[in-house]
Structure formats: structure tokens, C-alpha cells
């Protein structure tokens, strides 16, 4: 969980210093996004690849390295004296953090006997629910109190002990061989880091160019799909490929990754938003949005617990349905949201949202890998994890995209009320201008009452975009149910016919 929590932090953490960051390196806000962008195209990359560096590697000496790499690629981002140097030291950063998750879920699921493993999944999954929650406000406090550089610096303690605990306690299983002799798939992965990162860029700068309005955007997402189509033919066709694809003939692995990448754009669309929607219209500081967000840990807390000692006992289908249904019900608690609301309406549907978080997390993962083989394990959980991660940018673009979008219809739906002819327009007009001309004189008047008027307008627009974005994605928290049918709850077998390697 050390590892994976460091790993989780790192992603969000940097989120609210951009503005410093670029201040500091002397770069535009623009060009500080890359400093998130570069981390999650290389860590995007190694995901899917982890269960095969695990098997040529060793697990334990794999995830040694990866913390270690992950540990001192903080301590240049901490030390990057230009933009470049710490984009640079982020691709290293991203790239070692990319094996962190699915080798620690590897390790923990193959350790303990299905019975047990919810409880041990429930363990590990505080460290991935709480460290998104706690990166922005760490990032927020640390930043205006000391320096954005910090923010990388407190990763080497963690590192450190993580370190001498993986090397004091994780041991590789007795079936876990080495394949030292195995060749690597140079043409799989070239397809994979080309189809990887020209998608991950078109998701995270998309909006700034108005998607299908660039040129390079059409051509990034041409590329993608040729390099993704190519990529899939490789790696069913080769003997040794760099992901196995073949482990998705199992059944729960499909249903599974399937449904954490629809969760992924749930989460962190709403993680997204919120801070976004206290910021710009409540008008809360980085800092303060951060303690109305923060509360969704206490809940999530709470339900891993519980979530822990039920999976076993309940059907890991019901306590995910109870999980998507309490996701649901927060989102559209969201939704009922107003410019005059207090922070009790933001922290208790955040509570509720974090409640679900145990339903969700713990028997999904548990029930996707419990009909995989155990060697497989390194395979089936790097390909979930890139699902969640590929859900989660899909997510923010795809929320941030639609409240722009989303306030502009509601803009012009709204503005065409106010004409001349609707007597409380045009009563308003005049009572705003009388009130301004005897302010600043007649000449202004008219023009202050209007500037005002449009400027009510634009924030009603904006919060219905809000309330849009939140509903959408309570929706899209009930589309996931009926796929649950496809899970089968069965106590896990040795899969003979899932293919490893060829």
C-alpha cells in the first residue's frame, strides 16, 4: 500500500501547483499542463507491460526498482531547474510509478486465500481512495507554505520505507518463474506507445483546441486507432507478446476492466468538478475547496471496512450494486446544488460518495481476478489499472468539455429571455441604471446595469452546466448495474483454457 499510495499521491498532488510551478520555471499555464500530461502518458504505457517486466524481472525485484526509480525521478522533479528538465523527470517518474499498483495488487491477491483477500484488498484500498483526496490539499497547503517543490521532496521518506519493507517482507511465489531468456517485443510496444500516448495527449489538450476543429487532433486520433488496430493483431499473433490479450477470453477480467474504466470517468470526472464548481462560482480558495472535498475520505474509510468483512459472506455483485446505487444517489444529490448553498450541502453528498467507494473498489477487484490463475495475476491487474487510468482521463475531458459547452447552450437559451419586450427585463434594466447613473453618472449607467446583468446570466449558465455534468454522471453510475449479470461468482478455478504467452 506504501508504494501504491506514493504512486496515487503523485498524480494529484501536482494538480494545484501548475500556477506556481509555471511562475517558478518561468513557463505559460499551458505549458505547465505537460508536467501531468508527460506522467500519464509513460505511466499509461508501462501499465499494460507490468506483468511481463514481473515475469522477466521477478515481481519482488521489479517492484524494488520501480519504487527506487519512482523515489529519486521525485528527487530531480524536486531539483528541475526548467520546464524541461522536470517533464523529463516526470516521463522517468510516470514510467516507474506505471508497475507500482498492478504489482502490489498482484502481490496481495496471490498471498492470501480467496476468503480473505477482501479483507486485504480493503487494506490496500484505503492508501488508493484516500491519496487522491488528500493530494490537492497536501498539494495546496504545501505549496503556499513552502514551495511546489516539496511536493515532490515528500515522496522520498515514503519511498525509503517502502524500500526496506518490500525488501524485508514480499518474497516471489515458487510458480512465478523468471523467463530471462524471453525476447522482447520491440514492434508490440513501439505500437503501444505510439497508439498510447497520441490518445493521451488528444484527451488532455483536446478541449484547449476545440477538439475536431485542430487538424492535429483528427490526425492524433487517426494515428491512435491504426497503432491500436496494429497493436492488437501484433500481440495475438506473436509468441512471446509484451500483453497478454489473450487472458480477456476470461469472463470476469472483461466484465471487470470493462467496468472500473466506466468508474474511472465517474470518479474523476466528479473530483474534477467539484473543486472547480466551489473555486469559480462559490468563490472558495484551493485550500478551502480542499477541506469541503476532503470529507469523502472519512466515508470511504468506513465503507472499506465494512466492504472487508462482508466479501466473503454477500455476493461481490450485490455489495457493487449497493456501491453503484450510493454513487448514483451522491452524484444526483449533487445536482440539486445553488449559489446560495452551504458547505453542509458539498460534505455530506461527499461522504455519501465516498461510502460507495468501498462497494465499489474491493469486490470489483476481487471478483475480477477470482476466476484468473494465479500466474496471470501480474497480466490481469496491469490491464485494469491502465482501464481506470484511460476511464479517468476520458472523464475529465470528457466533463470539462461539456460544462464549456454545456454553459454556452444554457447561455443562449436563457439570453434569448431577455429582450425588450419581456417586461421584467426590462424593468430590471431600468432600476439597475437609474441606481448606477446616480453611482457614476448617467453615461455609464446603462452600460454597468447590462454588464451586471449579463454577469448573473453567465453564472446561472455555468451552475446549469454544473448540475448537468453532475446528473450525467449519477446516470452514468446506474448504467454500470446490468453488467454486473455478466460477472460469474464462482469460487476461482485453474483456468486451463486461458492461453499464457502463445
Not at 516471489?172 to 503501444?192: A, C, V
Not at 454477500?314 to 457493487?320: C, S, Y
Request: a positive charge; charged letters at 10%.
Amino acid at each position: 500500500m506504501l508504494a501504491t499510495f506514493m504512486e496515487v499521491l503523485d498524480t494529484s498532488v501536482a494538480t494545484v501547483s501548475l500556477p506556481h510551478i509555471a511562475g517558478s520555471l518561468s513557463a505559460t499555464t499551458d505549458e505547465s499542463t505537460w508536467v501531468l500530461t508527460s506522467y500519464l502518458i509513460s505511466n499509461a504505457i508501462v501499465l499494460p507491460s507490468s506483468g511481463w517486466l514481473s515475469s522477466v524481472l521477478g515481481r519482488k525485484r521489479y517492484q524494488l526498482l520501480s519504487v527506487m526509480l519512482f523515489t529519486l525521478a521525485s528527487m530531480w522533479c524536486g531539483a528541475a531547474t526548467s520546464l524541461g528538465m522536470l517533464v523529463v523527470a516526470r516521463v522517468v517518474q510516470g514510467a516507474a510509478g506505471g508497475g507500482l499498483q498492478p504489482v502490489s495488487q498482484a502481490v496481495l491477491l496471490e498471498s492470501f486465500p480467496v476468503n480473505k483477500r477482501g479483507q486485504a484488498m480493503a487494506v490496500y484500498g484505503m492508501g488508493i481512495i484516500v491519496s487522491p483526496l488528500l493530494g490537492p490539499l497536501m498539494g495546496g497547503w504545501i505549496t503556499d507554505n513552502y514551495s511546489w517543490r516539496w511536493i515532490f521532496y515528500i515522496n522520498v521518506p515514503v519511498g525509503i520505507l517502502a524500500l526496506i519493507m518490500i525488501s524485508t517482507f514480499v518474497e516471489d511465489p515458487p510458480y512465478l518463474k523468471r523467463n530471462k531468456g524471453t525476447r522482447i517485443d520491440y514492434m508490440g510496444l513501439g505500437f503501444l506507445a505510439i497508439a498510447l500516448t497520441c490518445l493521451q495527449v488528444t484527451l488532455d489538450k483536446g478541449q484547449e483546441v476545440d477538439w475536431f476543429g485542430a487538424v492535429w487532433v483528427r490526425w492524433f486520433l487517426a494515428i491512435a486507432a491504426v497503432a491500436l488496430v496494429a497493436f492488437v493483431i501484433r500481440e495475438l499473433r506473436t509468441s512471446a507478446p509484451i500483453v497478454n490479450l489473450r487472458i480477456f477470453v476470461d469472463r470476469n477480467l472483461a466484465t471487470g476492466t470493462f467496468l472500473i474504466g466506466i468508474l474511472g470517468i465517474i470518479i474523476y470526472g466528479t473530483t474534477t468538478l467539484l473543486p472547480l464548481f466551489l473555486q469559480d462560482l462559490i468563490g472558495y480558495t484551493a485550500y478551502n475547496s480542499g477541506l469541503a472535498v476532503a470529507p469523502r475520505g472519512f466515508g470511504a474509510i468506513a465503507s472499506m471496512m465494512i466492504a472487508g468483512k462482508l466479501i466473503g459472506k454477500w455476493d461481490e455483485r450485490l455489495l457493487i450494486t449497493i456501491g453503484v446505487i450510493i454513487r448514483g444517489i451522491s452524484l444526483l444529490m449533487l445536482g440539486h446544488l445553488n449559489l446560495e448553498m452551504g458547505m453542509a450541502n458539498v460534505v455530506w453528498p461527499n461522504i455519501i460518495n465516498g461510502f460507495a467507494n468501498g462497494f465499489l473498489f474491493v469486490p470489483l477487484t476481487t471478483l475480477t481476478m477470482k476466476t484468473l490463475p494465479r500466474e496471470l495475476m501480474g497480466a490481469g491487474t496491469g490491464l485494469y489499472n491502465l482501464l481506470r487510468n484511460m476511464g479517468a482521463s476520458f472523464g475529465i475531458s470528457m466533463v470539462t468539455t461539456l460544462l464549456v459547452r454545456g454553459e454556452q447552450k444554457h447561455q443562449t437559451n436563457q439570453g434569448a429571455h431577455l429582450t425588450a419586450t419581456n417586461p421584467l427585463y426590462w424593468n430590471r434594466v431600468q432600476q439597475l441604471s437609474h441606481y448606477f447613473a446616480a453611482q457614476s453618472g448617467p453615461a455609464t449607467g446603462r452600460v454597468e446595469a447590462l454588464g451586471l446583468i449579463y454577469q448573473h446570466l453567465k453564472q446561472q449558465a455555468m451552475l446549469l452546466s454544473y448540475i448537468d455534468d453532475f446528473r450525467l454522471l449519477g446516470y452514468l453510475s446506474f448504467f454500470c448495474i446490468p453488467f454486473l449479470f455478466f460477472f460469474k461468482n464462482t469460487e476461482k478455478t485453474d483456468r486451463k483454457n486461458v492461453v499464457v504467452g502463445h
